[in-house]
């Protein structure tokens, strides 16, 4: 049985508090239609990854953090922000370990479509130490119905992804 920590887990963990305002503050959060997006290695927009969202945030503040334009990395063709320099060199010396699975595409849109789509930095988990970001709360939800059948569907498509339309 795959560990998994994610949004759910510490709203629980926090005695339910929301994780809207302070939580997120200098996260924007889009309302965007589910759309399939360019072949890349990384899901980025204006060529920053994952919409500035710190990615080291998710394994050590258990949430999203937005990232800091004063700390970036640069990796697989996009510019990644963290919200400490501390993080900026942990993912510069790992970045395997602290990056999305399926280059922070919609986790369930790789496993059961074969698609990419976008994500929104509060629809994330952690399964066995590796984190996976989704599109909104409705296909988080049908991400949970069945992670580790999902982890291995994207597994298998992320590579024939890239390979057919990069």
């Not at 590796?130 to 569907?153: C, H, S, V």
Request: glycine share 10%; net charge neutral; charged share 25%.
């Amino acid at each position: 049985m795959p560990v998994k920590i994610g949004r759910r887990q510490v709203l629980v963990a926090a005695g339910g508090l929301a994780l809207g305002g302070a939580a997120f503050a200098g996260l924007r959060l889009w309302s965007a239609r589910l759309e399939e997006l360019a072949t890349a290695p990384v899901f980025s927009t204006d060529g920053v990854a994952i919409r500035g969202t710190d990615p080291v945030a998710y394994f050590t503040e258990r949430r999203p953090e937005a990232g800091d334009p004063a700390h970036v990395h640069d990796w697989r063709g996009a510019v990644w922000h963290f919200a400490t320099a501390e993080n900026r060199d942990r993912f510069a010396v790992e970045p395997e370990r602290y990056a999305p699975q399926y280059g922070g595409f919609c986790a369930w849109a790789v496993a059961e479509k074969g698609k990419l789509y976008s994500t929104q930095p509060g629809n994330w988990s952690i399964v066995d130490g590796k984190l996976y970001l989704n599109f909104n709360d409705d296909i988080q939800a049908r991400w949970e119905t069945d992670i580790p059948g999902f982890i291995m569907a994207g597994d298998r498509r992320w590579p024939e992804i890239l390979t057919a339309r990069g």
